[in-house]
Every structure is written in structure tokens, then in C-alpha cells.
């Protein structure tokens, strides 16, 4: 890699070299100690662990089956489509019925429970979640349905289908509650936080989401593990279906309470608005505006909008260091 | 894979593959149905669908041609220049007319259009496209000039352009709109979203955006189809620029007018502000402040900052299960 | 490709191939012209520059490292693991010296400074680096004990390793910090950019963090450069901790003070809330509150909690065109 060398280089390089033999072993050291004494993380075991390449390898393999022709190279046409579909299907069963049992196995191990039906139970539940397809196939199409009407600068399904943040976020969401409805470990989470990486989305896979569910752009969204969604349901960008703070030492106690709120049918929730609390339901067709702020319910067929903030207007001549601090948007220094 | 097997779990394996072979033909006919009674989506045809990862290809292969030797394994030198710089530019072309061709004749397909125009009309825009290479490359130094400016924390050009963001998003949105302009379906949003997924700035192919433009940080912006932005704007992250609601039935009625603002020459608009609506234009050398939301528009000069909300302190002690709800930031739950 | 042609299609394929050969020359020269006057950046140089791929690939090989066991396709048990460590560390030790001496000499060449020495000053800041990671491995185990106190969501220690993106954000602002406080350019910001992609959380390798991070949600968060962050400090998505505005030729003058907040210990900032400013400092075991707006100090255990803004409820029935502008929240029709 390095092609010239001084001479002062070549000391260094040397000096280098022996600093480093001498200095890698007590590291290593270190490091295994470290291993040993449980002050750090590891996991050490004659089990294999659930793979995160496997598993987004499994969302990228469904996502084939449940839209076909749209992410493979190969051309796909009527006469062939059965064997496409059988191959592809067989193929996703053999990738996730793999990472289940590792995902379950792995949980029975870490918490010493009995172990003998870990494969069987693993067996069934990705045998399950590939029956679902077809359902999800369904449902998936509703879901770029309401995408091409809820958006006009939508300008087709394709497009809608390649490039859609939300329908991605989706898709993998859908596909990760399957999973979770049948009580497989890691996987979910590992799946939905994929999504979250790719599109800013952070869709708990324990939530539950009704039919025709829209996203726009997206980022920033958080809907929590207890929230409840209905059908033809919008939601904006920046929008958090959250829960309330607890003290700080409920901890763990909290964890099977419902904790995020209920949104009914045909609610549309803009940009940046807060909704928390396991209590709050947002009635049917009601619309919440941008950058509202609830923690309580709102009856049916109800707008709730923010009074606009009070703003000043300044001219912007002759502005010395010490005013216009409040226009800062931050950030604009670091 | 699995490597220990108790009796229980090669019957579970026998049980279970006894399972799978007869639930799989069902499940991948199923499949098959939901493709040929038009419940799902699905892309059945003898042409070819423009690819996903070409496109990405084709973003990182003009970004070695517009940023040349800062994302190439090789080195570059002067003598070698031209070379490097036919090389590449003939391949980018290639790559380029290929996904263009494809693009527009599925179009023409999908809607029954003449399509012996096809592939003539891809490669004039494939062509035009890379006839801009000269120009994007001067636009992109100067938005490299405008952060370097805009950010106190930039050490280096090297920097900017390895690392940056913004400049990430904005050197996609380039590109996506010269090929957005020449009435390319399909490819701009798949560029732009990508950009989206990978910097969480989410800048529709449509938008017009002047010269010397920074992004900071920029996670969380949107900016609409139908937006202008002039000469010199900064715009930091959490910032919309969009368009007021429309009654649920506007469907695509409103698809060709104006629906987001105009932003003129040298305005700054600092984090979390919202601006909406295509009536509403920002007036040259104007400062809209961090959260403002404004629907309607604002003189040149003017600074719009927003009034401090009230804010309440208390002292954290004593805190209680009942207290603090107002703190909930929400997510501290999920 | 392309599979079926018409004559039409020869006919323009021949037309075009006439005009791209003509074409083509010229454009490169243009290209090359601009590398040559100065008006776009290229890096024409014998010496190499740092390569993002292989900056990125350091963060996963001392991933590896970091947690043992749970990013390698390899079964990892107590008997081998020196073997293990000693042969992963030996790997980032000449993976991050060799990118650390590019950055190095990169640097010094461009603004001419000696270079005699900048391959030792690589070779002992890498190697400084790798001599941290047993300290690196104590601090994320308690960052991944924060997550997993601070989220009844989470499940276990493997899932927040496997999926949270905070935890992933925090590895690498760690080790990037690591090499920024060694005064190594170029790789520290590339590394938090690259989970800044990855994760909506932008973190300047500058900041100062304590020990016993926790972010949860993590989308849209700002860390500026100058910020310092105590122990056991919780941060929610959407938090800014960022600068003033400060006059627009303030340039460079500000690069070395302090433009951003000091959160003490045992603090906790909930989402969308904004902290700005070098002399605001957050007392310890206080708590922020969502979308609180602070330009100044807050004593220690005090609550800031923001007033809920007004609402308006309107019920939803017979909404016409005119009305209901302030229920937008944008995006809606972009």
C-alpha cells in the first residue's frame, strides 16, 4: 500500500512494529479477561446465534415473493409463475425456518428453559408465517393502494412499489408481526429495526395495524410496541404514537400493560404531531394536525388543530451578534 | 447447520417435513391465484423492469465522475485524467441508457402508448443526461463551497465531500432532476429515495433548487414536488416544505398545480420549521426560525422567529406516578 | 438486453450510436477541463486518500471485537476464544493503521506540512486505539445495561445488541471519539456519518459523552461537536443539542469555542426538545421535557415542562376546501 519510504519511515516503522508485538498480546489479554469476568458482552456458546445478514436476507427473499417481478433480475411471465413461486417459497421457508429455530433454541438456552421443542416449535412457526403470503399479498396491495390515493405526486403502482419508504416500512412491519404473533425471539425486532435503518420508521412489531395503512415520507416515525391501529388510517412524518413516562424505576413492571395509544378507522395524523398514553384513543375520521401535542382521547369525527404560535416579525437589517438569538434553528453551528 | 439431535427432534423434523410438503403446494397456489385475479401486484411481462441496483449503480458511478478520485480504489493523476475520465463517463452512459430504455418503454406498455419510440427517446435523454456532467460538477463544488461556509465544524473539503449528508442528498437530487426534466419515469423518486434511506432527506426529483445550496444535518427535511428554492438557501434538519391539505377526493385533480412554497435567494430556515402551501413564497434574505410554521408569505428581510412558549419549572423531587405527565417525551416507552 | 427490436429501433439506434461518438469526446474534455481550472474538486494526487469502504469495514471488524459472538458467522466457545481476539485484533490493527496513516499524510500534504512523521503518528494513534478497546468493551456493556433498564420494549441483551440503533450509534461515536481525541482526521467524522446513515442519530465525534448512554428511537437526533454529556444521561428521538446562529461571517472565527450544551448527570431529555448554546448548562438529574426549547441554564433536579399549547377541537363533518388549512401537516401532498 505505502510505496515510498524514508529513511526516518523505516525507523518508525521498525520502532512501530516492535511496540506493536509487544503491546498485542496484553491487549488480547485484556480483552479475554474481559470476556471472562462478565464485565462485558459476549456470547460464547457451542449454539450458533440468529444471523442479522440471514435475517435481512429473509425480508429481501418474502419481499420477491409478495411482489413478483419487481425485485428479481430474471423476467418473470404467466406461464412460469408457478414454478417461480414454488421455488422462491421453498427457498424462504428453508431461510427462515433456520433462523426461527437458532432465534428459539437460543432463548430456551439463555434462559434455561426445556429445550427438546425448540426445532418443532420452530418448524411450525415459519410454516405458519409462510401460509400467511398469500394473506399478506392482499394486504400489501391495499397498502400501495392507499399510497396511490393518498399521495398525487405518486405516478404509478411501480413507483409506489420501488420506492416507497412507507410501503417498505410496511411490508417488513407486516411481515415481523407474523412472526411476533407467534412468539419468536429476536427476529421481530431485528427485522422492524432493519425498516427503521432504511426508511427513519421505527414501527414496533408488536403494534397492530389494520388494512390500507399510508405513510408519507416518514421519517422519524415511531409507533410503539401496545399501539392499535385501525383501517384507512394516514400518518405523516415525524409522528409519534408514544407512551407516557412512568417512574423511572417501573421498569420491567410496565412491560405487559398497554402503554401506546388506540388511533380508530379513517384517522389521519399530520406531520409531527405526539399522541401518548395506553388510555388515549383517537375516535374514528377524526384528523389530528400538524405538531399537536395528546394525551387524551378524542370523540369521532373530530379535527383537533394547534392555535397557531404567536410570531414575530423583525426586519433582518443591521442585526449585530447580540440579537435574533432566538432564531436559531440550532444545528446551524455544529 | 444444526448439529445436535435429540430422538424428539428428528421426529419433529419427520413430522414437520410431512407438514411442509403437503401445505406447500397449497400456499404456493394460493400465490399463484392472488397473481391472476389482479388482488395483489405483481410484474408479468416478457420486458424487463428497470432494476433497483442499477440505478443505485448508476448514482455512485457518476459520483466518480463528478467528484473524480475520492471514491475510486485507484489513484488518479493528471497525466491519466482523460483516460480515467472516458473510461468511466462511457460505462456511466452505458448504465444509464440501459435503465433509461427500460424505464420509459415499460411506461409506454403499462399505459398502451406507441412505443417504436422507446428506446430513440431513452438514449437522446441518457445522452443529454451525461452532457450535464460538466455543469452538475460545477453546481456540486459550489454547494461543497456553501457548507464548508455554512458549518464551522467542516475541517476540509475532503471532508464535505467524503461525509456530508447534505451534500450526499443534493448531489442525488442533481442528477434525479436532470433526468425528472426529460420526462424519465420511474428512475428520479427510485434515485431520490434512495438518497432518502440513506441520509433522511427526502427531496422530491421535481423540486427546483438553485445554486450554492447546504443542507445541515438534515435528517427529517422534505421538500415537495412543486417547491423553488432560489440562490445561496441554507435549510437545516426537521424542516418541511410542503402543501396544504386538500379534501380527501382531490386525488390527482391537483397533481400538476403548484402545492409547495417558494423559498427566494439567500433565505436561511432553521430546524423544525414548516412551511406550506404553493401560494406562500419566503422572501429573499429572510430568516424563518427554528420550529416556526408558517402557511402564508413573508416579506424580503424579514426575520420570523417564534415567541418563546411559555415553559414550566419544578423542582424533580417528590416526583410521583401521577406527576410529570406533561414531561413524556413520549418513546420513553416504547 | 434489449431482446426484440424493430427497424424503427435500428434505424434509431444508429442514429444515436453517430451522435454519442460525437459527442462523447467532447463532454470529456469539458469534464477534464474542469479538473484542470479549478472550478469543481477532484483529488489527482500519487498518494492515496482514506477509503470510506475500508473506514466502514473497521467499524464492523471492531465490532467483532466488542461483542464476540454476536456479528460473525463463526461459533465463538471459551477454549478458543484468544485465538479468536488475537487473530480479529491483529486484523484492525493493520485495517485502521493503514487508514489512519492515509488520513494522516493526506492531510499534511495538502496543507504542506512536514511529513517525515506521519506514518509513526499513524502507526501510534492506531495502535493507541486498538490498546482502548478492552475500556471500549466495559463502556458499551454499560450502554446496552442503560437500554435495556431504560425500554420495557426490550427484551434482552442480545436483542438490543442484535437491533437497537442507538447502541449501534454509541459503538461508533466511542470508537470515533477514540480517534478524533488522537487528532486523526478525516476517518472519526466519516465512522459517525456512517451511522448517522445508518440511523437518523448524528453525533460529532467531538462531543463528550459519559458513561451509561442511553438513545432510544434515536431519529433526527443532533449532537454538536462541543457538547459534553455526564453519566447516565437518557435522550429521546428528535433531540437537538446544538449551537446559536451566530452573524453570518462568523465563519471559522468560532470553530474552537464552546457552541454547545453541557448536560450533567442523570438527565433525561425527551423527544423533539432543543438545547442550544456553549454556556446553557443542564443541572444535573433534571428532565426535559418534549419539544421544551432551552437557549439557557437549568439548576440541577428541576422539571421543564412545556405548557400545552392550545388546541382547537372542531368536529370534522363538512369539511369544505376553504377550511381546516391549519390541520396540514404539510407533506400531505408532497
Redesign the interface.
Known amino acids: ?2 510505496d515510498t519510504s ?1 529513511p ?2 523505516c525507523t ?2 521498525l ?2 512494529s516492535a ?2 508485538r509487544t ?3 496484553r ?10 469476568d462478565g ?14 445478514e440471514a435475517t435481512i436476507a429473509i425480508i429481501h427473499q418474502a419481499r420477491k ?7 428479481t ?1 430474471i ?4 406461464s412460469t ?2 414454478y417461480y ?2 421455488h422462491e ?2 427457498n424462504l ?1 428453508e431461510m427462515l425456518s ?1 433462523q426461527v ?1 437458532l432465534a428459539v433454541r ?2 430456551c438456552l ?1 434462559y434455561h428453559e426445556a429445550c ?2 425448540c ?2 416449535r420452530g ?2 412457526a415459519a ?1 405458519a408465517v ?2 400467511e ?2 394473506r399478506l ?2 394486504l ?2 391495499d397498502d ?1 393502494r392507499a399510497a396511490l ?1 393518498g ?3 405518486a ?5 409506489v ?5 412507507g410501503l417498505f416500512a410496511i411490508t417488513i412491519y407486516r411481515l415481523a408481526h407474523a412472526l411476533w404473533r407467534r412468539d419468536v ?2 427476529l421481530p ?2 427485522m422492524t ?1 432493519y425498516a ?5 420508521i ?1 414501527i ?1 412489531p ?1 403494534a397492530r395495524i389494520g388494512e390500507y395503512f399510508f405513510i ?2 416518514g ?2 416515525i ?6 392499535g391501529i385501525g383501517d384507512r388510517v394516514r400518518i ?5 404514537l ?6 423511572r424505576d ?3 413492571s ?2 405487559d400493560t398497554k ?2 395509544p388506540t388511533i380508530e378507522d379513517d384517522v ?7 399522541i ?1 398514553g395506553g388510555d388515549t384513543v383517537i375516535g374514528a ?3 389530528i ?5 395528546l ?1 387524551s382521547s ?1 370523540p369521532p ?17 443591521g ?3 447580540g440579537d ?11
Open positions: 500500500m505505502i524514508t526516518e519511515q518508525a516503522r520502532a512501530d511496540r506493536y503491546a498485542l498480546p491487549i488480547v489479554d485484556e480483552l479475554a479477561a474481559s470476556c471472562r464485565s462485558g458482552y459476549e456470547h460464547l456458546a457451542p449454539e450458533p446465534i440468529p444471523s442479522r415473493i409478495v411482489f413478483p417481478g419487481y425485485f433480475p423476467r418473470i411471465d404467466p409463475l408457478e413461486l414454488g417459497t421453498a421457508h433456520e429455530i437460543h432463548n439463555r427438546s421443542h426445532e418443532e418448524h411450525e410454516l409462510i401460509g403470503l398469500p399479498r392482499r400489501l396491495a400501495v390515493e399521495d398525487p405526486a405516478q404509478s403502482i411501480d413507483e412499489i420501488f420506492s416507497y419508504p425471539p429476536l425486532r431485528m429495526e427503521h435503518s432504511k426508511t427513519g421505527d414496533n408488536g408519507d415520507h421519517t422519524g415511531v409507533i410503539g410496541e401496545t399501539t405523516y412524518q415525524g409522528v409519534t408514544g407512551a407516557l413516562s412512568l417512574p417501573a421498569g420491567s410496565c412491560r402503554r401506546h389521519i395524523i399530520y406531520s409531527g404531531a405526539t401518548l375520521r377524526s384528523v394536525g400538524g405538531n399537536v401535542w394525551t378524542v369525527d373530530t379535527k383537533v388543530l394547534l392555535k397557531t404560535p404567536e410570531q414575530v416579525h423583525l426586519q433582518n437589517r442585526q449585530g451578534p435574533g438569538r432566538r432564531e436559531m434553528g440550532d444545528g446551524r453551528r455544529n
